[in-house]
Every structure is written in structure tokens, then in C-alpha cells.
């Protein structure tokens, strides 16, 4: 059952107890409703016209469904982290400006900091909701996305034992999205029933409306996945409380209300044209929606709000700080690493799945291990069959559905559980990219383990032959590559990841390798071995030139060094395991190395 919350409108200082409990809303909350829906309409013209851009159309459709969940979910503006809050995950982010007008409205900040804020470079109110600002679960704005988040966050709240709700307000023109399709259905094979939509139906995008553009059974589409579907009034406060208040109510199926709503509503010449999806209104359209308010003029005067944009643009005024999310990973125990000896030839995918496994019994508590991990029908080629046999119930098969899978095990990597997405490199680096990006926007610590990467993959065509991995996830600012030689450093490799926060990308290939041997022939990659990033591992030392290489290849670069060696051609060899990084002390003693 839900818990009773207290909110603090900052625009009434009176102190609200809104649940879904009560069976209807009472005349406290519609008085509330009402003129704070006037005031966030106010707001939504305000910050769009002053930044001369935005998406006010989208904004003002979704504004009830807004009031209404944020109003009475379990959050709190003076912990908006706090571990057992509901999650609002917005799919449609670009409706910002309504999204945060709520959020001022119940205390998460202050009015002036985001209407003088709003798509400037020296804030964090950007022009798609960002998660950096209080009050945002994910950050969005790539359409589709937010349905398979949520997911990922309901499943974090089913491996945590909290009962929190999930709601996922939507926009209808991304319900063309072939990713809304796999979350819908993930979501309900694992029964995550407390996930609930809504698809804001203004029948309204950006080249016009939604049957034209392309026709579609939004309905039909939501019953065949097997969710429960019901139709609103989506500007209704009492309408959209009992649909929420029956899904949250109903726990043997996951909900999805369609919310009638008119694109602009409130603002006469916006409302029911996709004209203001993403434009602002003018000098001459703002006073005329002065005018059509009613308010005090005084109300609507930008005069002040724009001397301190001057201001703090120009570096004069510092603006207000806000509270940034957790970074929240928990402490993981790397286990005991496993040694594969001289002679042996195993697969760095093999040593993968031994290693994941290793560490997940190291976690153990019961049934409980603060590992997942995510397949997409690969579980023998990925090597999960022993960790999925040990861990059946973190064990998450999402069948072939990668753009879901990515962003949901996205979304799960930032709730204290450490989250491993292994697949084919083809479909998990290059078909997803997308997905690995909004990840890394919203500082997810993602661990994506790729088989099958480069050219050891011959055989099967050009389609499976990923040989632009290290490129492609190059351009993500947060995450780490690390191509391992052989099957000793891929598992402390892999033990590594899984201890450290942030974003990893595991790069194997399918081929069994050779052990990489030192100078005394014993396994390199063993015994007093540590991983570290950035470090050049010296395999033999040379006079007159050195190899440096990454990846699978090591162990022939090896052979081919060791046959120059015995032609009296002095050359050493080092793995670079990290190829998009070397610390700046082994860059600095390869440029000291003969040769």
C-alpha cells in the first residue's frame, strides 16, 4: 500500500497529503490543480519565449497528466532521491518546459532559476529533460526510450524488495517506434505490474498529425502485448487520478491509459495544431496570451527575468547550484581470479562467463546476488549458461530485442545493481549505439560485454564482422574499452569492471586463444597479475623496436615477435589492453624504448 508523502507547493506554502488511495479528488486538490495549471501554463510561455525556442505544444497537453502524478506519487522535493520514491520516467523529454513548471510548483527549485535557465549553456535546464535537474529520473529527448528505462528501474525495485510504482507519461507520435513494442513486451513476460504508461493522445507531431504521418492502432497495438488499456480524458484531473488509482491498484497487469488531450491546451492559438510543437510564440503571440489570461499584467512582464539573463551570461551572477543525483555503485567483492594455464586453449568469452559467475557467488546473499545480467537469445554464444543456471532470477532474457535490452540495462546500472548486457558485437556496439549514448548522458555504469568482434568472426560474412567497436564507443565520453589478449587477462579484466563505477565495453572475440606467456614461460596474465587501466604490459622487453597490440591478435603478435627474435632482430612486444587510452606513465616509457 502506498505510504502517505507530503508536498510543499512553493506558489501556495500549504502542506498537501495526496495518495492514490482516496477513491476520488477532493476540492482541496482541484482549487490546487486549477491554479497551478494556470501558473504552469504561464511558465511554459515564459521560459520557451525567452529562449526563443522549445516545445510549448506537447508541453501544455501533457500538463494534467503532469500535475496529477507529481502531485500525488510517493516523492519528496526535499529528498528527491530518496531510495522507496515512485519513479516518473518522461519518454517524451522534449515537453520539458512542462515537466519542470511542475516540479517548481511542488518545491524541487526555485521559479527564476528556470525560466532565466531554460536551453542556456549555463544551466542545467536543458531543452530535453536532463536528469542533473531534481525532480528527473532519465534523462530523454531520443524518443521511445522511456518505456524500456522504467523497466530497467521496476526491475531494480523487484531485486531491492521496494514497492514503489513506476509511470512512464509518453508522447503518441512515438508510438511508431519499434522500441515501445519490446519494452511493452518485456514488460509484461517479467510482470512488472507496477509500471504503468500514459501516451499523451494529441494526435499531434511535428509534420502534422499522427494518422497522416504514419496510421496506426495505438490501442490494439498495447492489448496485443498484453496490457490493460484504458481510454481518458486527459485533461480531466479526476479522470486521469482513477486510471492511475486503478493501476496502481491492479497487480496481475501492467496499465497503459490513453489520455485524450489537445496540443496547447489553454493557449487559444496553439491549442489543436502541431504548428507549436516546437516553436515558441512570438513577441506578438506572447502579449496576445497575456491578454487572453486575464492575470496582472505585471505577472507577465519579462523585463527582470531578461536583465539577469544579460547577467548571467556575461559571467556577472553565478547561477543558483543544484542538487545533483547520487552516484550511487555498490561495494562488489572481485572474487578469486581463475588462471588458465600454459598449454591450455580456451575462449576470452569462456573466461568471461567463468568470471561473471565467480563474482556474482562472491556476492551472494540467498537467492540474491547485486548482479544482473541481460541476454538477447545468445546465452550459449555469450557464455551466460552458468551464471543464468546459479542466478536464474538475475538472469534476464529479453529475447531479440537489443534497442530495448540496452536501455533497459541501462537504466538498471544506475539503481545500485550492477548491470552486464552481453552480446554479439554487431548488435550490441553498432545496432545500439543510441541507446549506449543516452546511458552514458545519464552516467549509467553499464557493463557491455561483445563477443564475436572484429574479424574472428570470418566466416560468418561481413554483416557479423564488427570491426568499428573501438571507434564507434570512442565518442562516448564515460565509458572504458578494454580488448583483453588472452583468457587470464580477460578475467581480471572482467573482475575489474564489475568492482569499478562507470561504463566498461569487454571486447572478445570467438576464437580459443593461446595463454600469453612471459620471459620465464609462465602465464603473463596470472599470478601477481592486477589489471589497470591505461597500462602498458610488457610482454618482452627489446632493443631494437617495440610491438604494441590490443585485443585477440596479441598471441600471433607474440609468435611473429618471437620469430624475429630468433633471426637476432631484438624486439619487444606490449598489450594495450585499453586502445582508446594509455596512461600518460606508459606513454611516456614507450617513448623511451629503443628502438
Same mark, same amino acid.
Given at each position: ?69 507529481? *502531485?500525488?506519487?510517493?516523492? /519528496?522535493? %526535499?529528498?528527491? !532521491?530518496?531510495? $522507496? ?7 517524451? &523529454? @522534449? ?116 494518422? *497522416?504521418?504514419?496510421?496506426? /492502432?495505438? %490501442?490494439?497495438? !498495447?492489448?496485443? $502485448? ?7 480524458? &486527459? @485533461? ?121 559467475? /565467480?563474482? %556474482?557467488?562472491?556476492?551472494?546473499? $540467498? ?229
Amino acid at each position: 500500500m502506498e505510504t502517505e508523502h507530503t508536498h510543499a507547493p512553493t506558489s501556495f506554502g500549504l502542506d498537501m497529503h495526496w495518495t492514490w488511495e482516496s477513491a476520488t479528488l477532493g476540492d482541496e486538490y482541484l482549487a490546487w490543480h486549477e491554479t497551478a495549471r494556470r501558473e504552469c501554463v504561464r511558465d511554459i510561455l515564459q521560459m520557451t519565449h525567452l529562449a526563443d525556442s522549445g516545445h510549448p505544444g506537447g508541453s501544455l497537453s501533457s500538463l494534467d497528466l503532469y500535475l496529477v502524478l507529481y *502531485s500525488h506519487c510517493r516523492l /519528496d522535493p %526535499a529528498d528527491p !532521491w530518496m531510495h $522507496d520514491r515512485d519513479r516518473i520516467v518522461v519518454s517524451h &523529454g @522534449h515537453t520539458s518546459p512542462g515537466v519542470y513548471s511542475v516540479l517548481c510548483r511542488l518545491g524541487y527549485f526555485d521559479r527564476e532559476s528556470m525560466l532565466t535557465g531554460f536551453r542556456r549553456t549555463f544551466s542545467k535546464f536543458e531543452g530535453h529533460i536532463e536528469r542533473d535537474v531534481p525532480g528527473v529520473e532519465w534523462t530523454t529527448g531520443n524518443l521511445g526510450q522511456g518505456l524500456s528505462a522504467a523497466a530497467g528501474m521496476a526491475l531494480a525495485l523487484r531485486f531491492k524488495k521496494v514497492g514503489a510504482q513506476v509511470f512512464v507519461p509518453m508522447g503518441d507520435g512515438e508510438q511508431q517506434k519499434g522500441q515501445i513494442s519490446e519494452a511493452r513486451r518485456f514488460v509484461r513476460k517479467y510482470q512488472l505490474h507496477n509500471v504503468t504508461a500514459l501516451v499523451d493522445l494529441n494526435h499531434q507531431q511535428i509534420g502534422g498529425r499522427i494518422e *497522416s504521418i504514419m496510421p496506426q /492502432d495505438i %490501442a490494439a497495438g !498495447w492489448e496485443a $502485448d498484453g496490457w490493460t488499456v484504458t481510454t481518458i480524458d &486527459g @485533461h480531466d484531473p479526476v479522470q486521469i487520478h482513477r486510471a492511475c488509482r486503478d493501476a496502481v491498484r491492479d497487480t496481475t497487469t501492467p496499465h497503459c491509459i490513453l489520455a485524450r488531450t489537445e496540443m496547447g491546451k489553454g493557449v487559444s492559438f496553439m491549442e489543436g495544431t502541431h504548428a507549436y510543437h516546437g516553436v515558441a510564440a512570438n513577441a506578438e503571440e506572447y502579449a496576445r496570451a497575456a491578454e487572453e489570461s486575464g492575470e496582472d499584467p505585471a505577472l507577465w512582464d519579462l523585463g527582470r527575468l531578461r536583465v539577469r539573463i544579460e547577467a548571467l551570461e556575461s559571467g556577472a551572477e553565478a547561477p543558483v547550484e543544484l542538487a545533483s543525483p547520487p552516484d550511487v555503485y555498490p561495494a562488489i567483492r572481485p572474487g578469486t581470479p581463475r588462471t588458465y594455464e600454459v598449454g591450455t586453449k580456451s575462449d576470452n568469452r569462456s573466461a568471461f562467463g567463468n568470471a561473471l559467475l /565467480d563474482v %556474482a557467488e562472491a556476492n551472494r546473499a $540467498d537467492d540474491f546476488t547485486p548482479i544482473a545480467a541481460f541476454d538477447c537469445d545468445l546465452e550459449g554464444s555469450v557464455k551466460l549458461g552458468a551464471f543464468h543456471k546459479a542466478f536464474p532470477g538475475h538472469f534476464i532474457q529479453s529475447g531479440i530485442q537489443e534497442h530495448h535490452t540496452a536501455t533497459c540495462a541501462g537504466a538498471l546500472s544506475i539503481e545500485e545493481i550492477v548491470s552486464v548486457f552481453a552480446d554479439f558485437g554487431v548488435f550490441g556496439v553498432c545496432e545500439t549505439y543510441n541507446q549506449h549514448r543516452l546511458t552514458d548522458i545519464n552516467h549509467g555504469h553499464l557493463k557491455l560485454a561483445c563477443t564475436h568482434i572484429g574479424l574472428d568472426v570470418g566466416e560468418d560474412g561481413r554483416t557479423h564482422q564488427c570491426i568499428d567497436y573501438i571507434g564507434v564507443l570512442a565518442n562516448l565520453f564515460g565509458i572504458n574499452i578494454i580488448v583483453p589478449a588472452d583468457p587470464n587477462q580477460t578475467d581480471r579484466a572482467l573482475r575489474h569492471m564489475l568492482v569499478e563505477p562507470g561504463m566498461f565495453f569487454l571486447g572478445m572475440g570467438r576464437s580459443k586463444l593461446p595463454i600469453i606467456t612471459g620471459e620465464d614461460g609462465q602465464p603473463f596474465f596470472a599470478g601477481g597479475y592486477a589489471f589497470e587501466m591505461g597500462r602498458l604490459d610488457w610482454i618482452r622487453r627489446g632493443a631494437r623496436g617495440s610491438v604494441v597490440v590490443t585485443g585477440t591478435l596479441a598471441g600471433r603478435a607474440v609468435e611473429a615477435v618471437e620469430r624475429l627474435r630468433s633471426d637476432d632482430l631484438d624486439v619487444g612486444i606490449a598489450v594495450l589492453a585499453t586502445p582508446a587510452y594509455i596512461a600518460a606513465a606508459s606513454l611516456e616509457e614507450l617513448a623511451r624504448t629503443p628502438g
